[in-house]
């Protein structure tokens, strides 16, 4: 932790105790309600140190908390030693477990501040009613920690460009007149959008602003005949400017939103969504005839067209190429023991392999490569000073993942340096069961993502061991690495957990197993969810499995397996050398085949 976070601690402790606040609370999100901010929005990472992408810092008089999920734990624990941040943990990701916290042990009387810029509308509602049964009252109009980071990061300045219609597959013109429709049917005269993802997706638009995602800094208001885009203008290149102006997409500056949101006409009808508009600019609509509801464009995007189908799988055979490469470096490395390489050293590795494949575009997040016991720190992520070496004995697990102009991937595996012990076959093979289980899935459509879930523990529970995350998350077409709203999870309190699966929805299928201290498991895919006869009208929906790339099946426990388990893995390796082989030839070939011969 630094000493100017430190300072600004204190300061903040002043600040609360002149404004007589008993606690404000810190969120780790933008105000777009984005899970991965830019560097000016990254309050809770200057203040408190920790730089997970999901958490909630409280600070009183006397306790300085940070709250975030089992995905976070250990590396919460590591950052936050020797600092005056405490770790809270949360028992179900999600959710709000500091406000029940603060509500407990706050007197009747108190007073909570928190900046309304960052909090939705549904989230400030939530707080209220859970402190009014307490007599305590939120003021959700403090920016407090604002002026005391005097170096804090401008907003980006990265330039917005367009997606090809080759890869997008339906015209900007074309998704706002279907949002159109929509609205009109909601009679609704404009649609107000503040996620980032949604923005790009809606206006075929892609961008640079934060690390990992393909995302500009906007927002966007949709009218019966035109939009306005809230976007600084020296990111539009002139060409892409004239284009957005023949589409009636009308430009705006970003500071002006607020403003543009309070001069609209009292007689009209504005639709949102309270979960991500932010209280500060609500307060900017409340002479409008506001209509709360559904997302709009977010169950729209969530459901892959043909040719984002099509360019997601093009992207998965690059990605497998790409991962042939990295580890067989990594092989190789292990073979020369005065140079092994480190955690570090082999997600670089495979970054290199990934911008050599055709419209590639960045990593789709920071590598995942934990040896060891550092597998077992869910979201680890190593870097250059201290990253562990990796030798030839133990377990490695690589979460990794890339952004293409076709799509986004993720991908987890887990594999064997050395002879595995008879304990990590086991725990190995549980994972792969239960993998295995959603990946054969067939479900009556309305079944719920949280219905699914238990179905990648069951082998796991019979054991009685778990995995402290989700089982999966919805992916973007060359976009956010993690897409609400569908998933698996085994909670009520996320979408992933409550949405229903439909045609078209891609997620991640990625159960665990960690065990503190010594090693971690995952094996990772992504699954696209299809009918499961080819008419529409199909009452019954499976998953296609989409990633490319061999199971160690060093790991594997035969015996644990039954045939029908056995079957859909030498299937599965029989597609991925079927995909992969055309675009390999030589020693990377002769690899692959080996990597996927039948058990």
């Not at 190789?332 to 997600?347: C, G, I, N, R, V």
């Not at 495979?350 to 077992?376: H, L, M, P, W």
């Not at 792969?432 to 993502?449: D, E, H, N, Y």
């Given at each position: ?466 995995y402290n995350h989700g089982t999966g998350h919805g992916v973007g077409a060359f976009l956010s690495v993690h897409e609400p709203p569908q998933g698996f999870a085994s909670n009520l309190s996320t979408s992933r957990g409550t949405t229903a699966l439909l045609p078209g929805h891609l997620c991640s299928n990625e159960p ?88």
């Amino acid at each position: 932790m630094s000493s100017s976070s430190i300072e600004a601690l204190k300061a903040l402790r002043l600040v609360l105790q002149h404004q007589g606040l008993a606690a404000y609370i810190i969120p780790s999100n933008d105000p777009h309600q984005s899970e991965y901010a830019p560097a000016h929005w990254k309050l809770l990472e200057w203040i408190s140190g920790f730089t997970g992408s999901a958490g909630t810092v409280v600070i009183t008089a006397t306790e300085a908390q940070v709250w975030t999920d089992g995905r976070y734990f250990l590396q919460a624990e590591k950052e936050l030693q020797d600092s005056p941040f405490q770790l809270k943990k949360q028992q179900v990701a999600n959710a709000p477990e500091h406000i029940e916290w603060l509500a407990e042990n706050l007197p009747a009387g108190s007073v909570v501040g928190c900046d309304g810029q960052l909090f939705s509308i549904q989230q400030v509602r939530h707080i209220e009613k859970r402190f009014e049964a307490k007599g305590i009252e939120l003021d959700a109009q403090l920016d407090l920690l604002g002026p005391l980071w005097p170096e804090r990061p401008a907003l980006p300045q990265a330039l917005v460009f367009e997606q090809d219609m080759y890869f997008a597959g339906v015209s900007r013109a074309d998704k706002l007149r279907d949002i159109r429709v929509e609205m009109k049917q909601q009679k609704s005269a404009y649609h107000l959008v503040c996620t980032l993802e949604d923005i790009a997706w809606v206006l075929n638009l892609r961008g640079n602003d934060v690390p990992f995602n393909p995302v500009f800094v906007a927002y966007l208001i949709i009218g019966k005949s035109e939009a306005w885009l809230f976007v600084d203008s020296t990111k539009i290149p002139q060409t892409l400017y004239e284009q957005l102006q023949q589409d009636g997409v009308r430009l705006m500056p970003y500071s002006t939103i607020e403003f543009f949101c309070s001069t609209l006409s009292d007689r009209q009808s504005i639709l949102i969504d309270p979960g991500t508009c932010s209280l500060q600019l609500y307060y900017q609509l409340d002479h409008l005839r506001i209509k709360e509801g559904e997302h709009l464009i977010r169950n729209r995007k969530a459901l892959k067209n043909h040719a984002e189908q099509y360019h997601l799988k093009t992207a998965m055979r690059k990605d497998g190429v790409a991962l042939v490469r990295a580890f067989r470096w990594l092989e190789a490395a292990l073979q020369q023991e005065d140079t092994y390489p480190s955690e570090y050293d082999f997600a670089q590795k495979i970054a290199a392999c990934r911008t050599k494949q055709a419209d590639y575009f960045s990593e789709s997040f920071s590598a995942i490569v934990g040896y060891n016991a550092n597998g077992a720190i869910i979201h680890y992520r190593p870097n250059p000073e201290d990253a562990a070496l990796i030798q030839p004995q133990g377990m490695l697990l690589v979460d990794s993942g890339g952004q293409y102009l076709d799509g986004t991937t993720d991908i987890t595996r887990t594999i064997a340096l050395s002879e595995p012990s008879a304990q990590q076959r086991l725990h190995f093979t549980l994972v792969l069961k239960g993998m295995i289980a959603l990946s054969r899935a067939i479900f009556p459509q309305g079944t719920v993502g949280i219905q699914l879930d238990a179905l990648a523990r069951q082998h796991l529970w019979q054991h009685q061991l778990n995995y402290n995350h989700g089982t999966g998350h919805g992916v973007g077409a060359f976009l956010s690495v993690h897409e609400p709203p569908q998933g698996f999870a085994s909670n009520l309190s996320t979408s992933r957990g409550t949405t229903a699966l439909l045609p078209g929805h891609l997620c991640s299928n990625e159960p665990g197993c960690y065990l503190p201290g010594e090693y971690g498991i995952r094996i990772e895919n992504l699954i696209l969810c299809a009918a499961q006869t080819p008419e529409e009208s199909s009452d019954f929906l499976h998953f296609e499995t989409l990633t490319l790339f061999p199971i160690d099946v060093k790991l594997i426990d035969q015996s644990l397996l039954d045939a029908a388990e056995i079957q859909w893995l030498n299937d599965y390796h029989q597609k991925v050398f079927r995909e992969l082989s055309p675009l390999l030839e030589g020693a990377e070939l002769q690899w692959l085949e080996e990597k996927c011969q039948a058990i």
